[in-house]
């Protein structure tokens, strides 16, 4: 009764090459260069795509900084194709902006040329650069979320009929589902004790510099994917799904905590590890998620930062299940789609919480009211009042589960408001910051000037 048509409008904001690739410092000093990780990416769509520009921003910290693109996942860290191409946009950058030094930051397999820059410095690349024009340059690395000792991720896709299904989040990072391209095997664990071991990629375990380099680590050691925090949404909540489908499966690693596709065991072989969040997990690792970009910042200017077990943030939520889904503690006039009038949205302030009543968004966004509890089982409650709906034989049906409204009653019911056979609250999933989501909830309606049954659009 209350399904409407919605459509959205993605916005991408493009900005200039140069500014893209090179920030927007000028003059000659301390620079920054940031290497993706698996997949064939060009310097656009590693800077838009697969950074984006707010992070490359934080993590910059106001210093010039360039963007590699290059063949990430058609070769493997230790070809030429993949650190010649590095070496040969960097050396033109620094030689163009008089970059005395540079931080270099990585992620996921970004940190394998690297290691092989550091451990070659007499290479020569394809258009004749030598590694050491670039390495002599680099004041420090830092390593976000990096496979330095291989993943099971990388065993599993390429050892035939071995592999289950996978979300196609998680595909991206294997380069886009060519699972046997060069990068993903070179990921093997089999493969990168190897490459360990034979002085391929330089580095010895418990190391905290590489070739006098300092060596700084940035690590998740979980995957957080609960529906109804933002702390799962930033950069995507479908990535998060995934990852935690990698994690609880242990594909992200054999023996320890993992971010769901590198494991702790592999991202801190080596390296002094400046951050180790549970909440950042693999992908948010190059988004700057959960301050991780701001800590990073104050690294590339040597700021004091404090340890991992003193990092705090404050809380990303304050309320639980739909009170955070549907905003249902707000109070204030909105527009209701499914009849087009002006309604107020009861809300729940902190006076309503213990004013005696059983209120029926203080018991979906608190999970109680007073003295009330909502029950954990299916049952009735004061929230089920056929006098409450617009058509009394309604009264909150079964049917309105997984129609894409977040319906306030059906959580009060069951706890969640999701397709009949699911068990999560599919349509009651915490917008990111500055985005909404449609939720039903009991409101006053001014048109029909009776309470009733209200679609609203909940911003965050």
């Known amino acids: 009764?209350?399904?409407?048509?919605?459509?959205?409008?993605?916005?991408?904001?493009?900005?200039?090459?140069?500014?893209?690739?090179?920030?927007?410092?000028?003059?000659?000093?301390?620079?920054?260069?940031?290497?993706?990780?698996?997949?064939?990416?060009?310097?656009?769509?590693?800077?838009?795509?697969?950074?984006?520009?707010?992070?490359?921003?934080?993590?910059?910290?106001?210093?010039?900084?360039?963007?590699?693109?290059?063949?990430?996942?058609?070769?493997?860290?230790?070809?030429?194709?993949?650190?010649?191409?590095?070496?040969?946009?960097?050396?033109?950058?620094?030689?163009?902006?008089?970059i005395t030094s540079f931080t270099v930051i990585t992620h996921s397999n970004g940190s394998s040329p690297v290691r092989y820059m550091l451990g070659h410095t007499g290479a020569v690349s394809a258009q004749g650069n030598v590694v050491s024009a670039v390495t002599s340059k680099i004041s420090q690395v830092i390593f976000s979320a990096p496979d330095l000792a291989g993943t099971p991720l990388a065993d599993k896709v390429t050892t035939s009929g071995s592999f289950l299904n996978i979300a196609n989040s998680v595909v991206e990072f294997f380069g886009g589902g060519s699972y046997n391209n060069p990068a993903v095997v070179q990921q093997r664990t089999d493969n990168m004790r190897l490459y360990n071991s034979n002085g391929t990629f330089a580095g010895a375990q418990g190391a905290t510099s590489v070739g006098g380099k300092p060596i700084s680590v940035v690590r998740g050691n979980k995957v957080y994917a609960n529906l109804f925090s933002s702390d799962a949404h930033c950069g995507g909540y479908l990535y998060a799904v995934g990852l935690k489908a990698a994690a609880l499966l242990g594909w992200g690693s054999w023996n320890a905590s993992t971010d769901g596709f590198i494991g702790a065991d592999s991202s801190g072989y080596f390296g002094n590890i400046i951050i180790d969040d549970g909440?950042?997990?693999?992908?948010?690792?190059?988004?700057?998620?959960?301050?991780?970009?701001?800590?990073?910042?104050?690294?590339?200017?040597?700021?004091?930062?404090?340890?991992?077990?003193?990092?705090?943030?404050?809380p990303e939520t304050n309320v639980l299940a739909a009170g955070q889904a549907c905003n249902n503690y707000y109070s204030g006039y909105a527009y209701d789609y499914s009849t087009g009038n002006t309604v107020w949205k009861y809300g729940c302030t902190s006076a309503d919480l213990t004013n005696g009543y059983p209120e029926p968004d203080c018991l979906v966004a608190y999970g109680y009211s007073s003295s009330y509890r909502i029950p954990s089982t299916a049952s009735w409650n004061p929230y089920l009042n056929a006098a409450s709906y617009s058509t009394a034989g309604e009264v909150c049906p079964d049917s309105w589960q997984g129609d894409g409204i977040c319906d306030a009653c059906l959580v009060a019911k069951y706890g969640f408001d999701a397709a009949v056979g699911s068990t999560g609250a599919n349509d009651c999933v915490q917008a990111p910051p500055g985005g909404s989501n449609f939720c039903g909830a009991l409101s006053w309606d001014y048109t029909l000037n009776r309470e009733n049954y209200s679609v609203v659009e909940a911003l965050h």
Not at 8 to 23: F, H
Not at 32 to 37: A, K, L, P, S, Y
Not at 42 to 52: K, P, R
Not at 280 to 308: D, F, T
Request: glycine share 12%.
């Open 1 to 98: 009764m209350h399904l409407f048509h919605r459509s959205g409008l993605a916005l991408a904001t493009a900005c200039a090459a140069l500014l893209c690739v090179n920030g927007e410092a000028q003059a000659a000093g301390p620079g920054v260069v940031f290497i993706h990780g698996t997949g064939d990416q060009s310097v656009s769509s590693a800077t838009t795509g697969y950074w984006t520009q707010s992070a490359l921003t934080t993590m910059s910290n106001g210093l010039p900084y360039l963007v590699v693109g290059y063949p990430g996942a058609s070769c493997a860290g230790f070809s030429q194709c993949s650190w010649g191409s590095i070496v040969d946009q960097i050396v033109p950058w620094v030689n163009a902006k008089g």
């Open 279 to 314: 909440r950042l997990n693999h992908h948010q690792s190059r988004r700057g998620c959960h301050n991780s970009g701001s800590l990073i910042a104050k690294k590339v200017a040597n700021a004091s930062i404090p340890a991992p077990s003193q990092q705090t943030w404050p």
